[in-house]
């Protein structure tokens, strides 16, 4: 996990704003939403983009896919899906992704003690020749 840090809001200097990162743009919600609340002509995309203002004040990414869209005028097939699937998440509550904190590993089998299962690495030839060679008395 990275370290945050605050720092002020980089349109309104308000605000501040955990960044993890130096290359992160510190932006605060309440900029970043006025940023997006532009109106979006292609029918597919407001369907897309139609989600509760809820959501997208809690993520950050949501936010910024949208503001890639308003940006760019199109998404690729991954983004659209990623945004799919994030904004079903956040409006069911379940955990997010794989790696959620909130899962438990399967537990493994106790290794055998005195028992090595790593194959041994072999010297190379060229290594034991040089040894062979600095050994003979001259």
């Given amino acids: 996990m990275r370290p945050r840090y605050k720092q002020l809001c980089?349109?309104?200097?308000?605000?501040h704003v955990l960044i993890s990162s130096g290359n992160q743009f510190p932006i605060c919600t309440a900029c970043s939403m006025r940023q997006i609340d532009k109106p979006i002509e292609d029918v597919v995309f407001k369907k897309l983009f139609d989600i509760d203002q809820k959501l997208y004040e809690s993520s950050s990414f949501l936010r910024s896919i949208k503001s890639n869209y308003l940006r760019f005028g199109s998404l690729?097939?991954?983004?659209?899906?990623?945004?799919?699937?994030?904004?079903?998440?956040?409006?069911?509550?379940?955990?997010?992704?794989?790696?959620?904190?909130?899962?438990?590993p399967e537990p493994r089998e106790p290794e055998k003690e005195g028992v090595d299962t790593r194959e041994e690495k072999k010297k190379p030839a060229k290594q034991a020749g040089r040894a062979k060679a600095k050994s003979k008395p001259k």
């Fill in 10 to 15: 980089a349109i309104c200097r308000k605000s």
């Fill in 76 to 104: 690729s097939e991954k983004q659209i899906e990623v945004f799919k699937k994030v904004a079903a998440e956040l409006k069911s509550g379940a955990p997010k992704g794989e790696g959620a904190a909130t899962e438990i």
